[in-house]
């Protein structure tokens, strides 16, 4: 099978790239991963040549514009990538025969859910970023296998992990929001994830994030204490908890955006693992990268 994953130096990419079925298993994938300069999602030209060149089975679109808060002053950019190129990704996956992988985010609603967010919940996004992603899921169209996810994070490139370490190591406190509920998601967990739904054909919208509940501060403590177990930081400094209204930013995020993932773990043949538990594989791989 033939994959072409956008985004290649993302996060996600990155972890696709890394866990793609190999020549010892018996569907190996033939991975082309893509950079912005290979193929550019804010250029339709780029996106119509590189699929039409390539012809992929397959089609991850793991690229996105993700910087929630300038997405505020930057909306027709973020709307050009978020939503307009993954219409341009599904026409050029028609005309070829090719499945598209979307993947999307929890910013798609608003935070006011009692329970875990279900698939078929209402969006109602908060955000430029979050409207922008809503108006993706909906340009992929009923075809598209769509996955949503929150809280990713990874070894290297920049993620809230990397800028918990680097405060951790510059100041003897720092402040977390606490009011604001869901839970981390490993990439390496994610891309598993959706090779196993690739694999099993699936359809549809999907949730996944790794399992349990957490607030960024309570992220933060864990990411100072397994840090320090493994020398990754020689102290522990302390961690306040704040509030969203604290800690003010341009783009309104939801407070309580944890996603029930349950269906699609059963789906993708993957077992449900604590999100504390992929954060020390997440901060062996810091330590190994020096």
């Known amino acids: 099978m033939k994959v072409l994953i956008t985004g290649a130096n993302g996060q996600l990419g990155r972890a696709l790239a890394a866990t793609a079925p190999g020549p010892h298993e018996s ?23 590189a699929i039409a060149n390539r012809k992929p089975d397959v089609v991850i679109n793991a690229g996105a514009y993700t910087a929630v808060d300038k997405a505020e002053s930057e909306t027709d950019l973020a709307q050009r990538i978020n939503a307009d190129a993954v219409g341009l990704l599904r026409r050029s996956c028609a005309d070829i ?34 409207r922008t992603k809503a108006a993706g899921e909906d340009m992929a169209g009923p075809d598209a296998l769509i996955v949503r996810t929150a809280w990713v994070y990874a070894a290297g490139g920049a993620s809230f992990v990397a800028t918990m370490l680097r405060l951790m190591r510059e100041r003897d406190e720092i402040g977390v929001v606490s009011d604001q509920i869901g839970a981390p998601t490993w990439a390496t967990s994610l891309a598993r994830t959706i090779w196993g739904l690739i694999a099993n054909e699936e359809s549809g919208i999907h949730h996944f994030s790794d399992a349990g509940v957490a607030s960024w501060y309570d992220f933060a403590v864990a990411i100072g204490e397994e ?18 209204e604290d800690y003010p930013t341009p783009a309104v995020r939801p407070a309580f955006s944890l996603l029930d993932s349950r269906a699609t773990r059963e789906a993708a043949g993957v077992d449900p693992v604590h ?14 990268l020096g």
């Open 227 to 244: 840090a320090a177990a493994i020398g990754l930081i020689d102290r522990t400094i302390a961690v306040k908890p704040i509030t969203t």
């Open 97 to 130: 025969g090719a499945r598209l992988v979307h993947v999307s985010t929890d910013f798609v609603f608003d935070g006011g859910a009692a329970h875990a967010y279900r698939v078929d919940d209402m969006r109602n996004p908060l955000s430029a970023y979050g």
């Open 27 to 49: 569907d190996r994938h033939e991975i082309a991963a893509l950079t912005r300069a290979e193929l550019d999602l804010a250029d339709a030209d780029s996106i119509a040549s």
């Open 275 to 288: 999100w504390r538990e992929n954060l020390r594989h997440m901060l062996q791989e810091v330590k190994q």
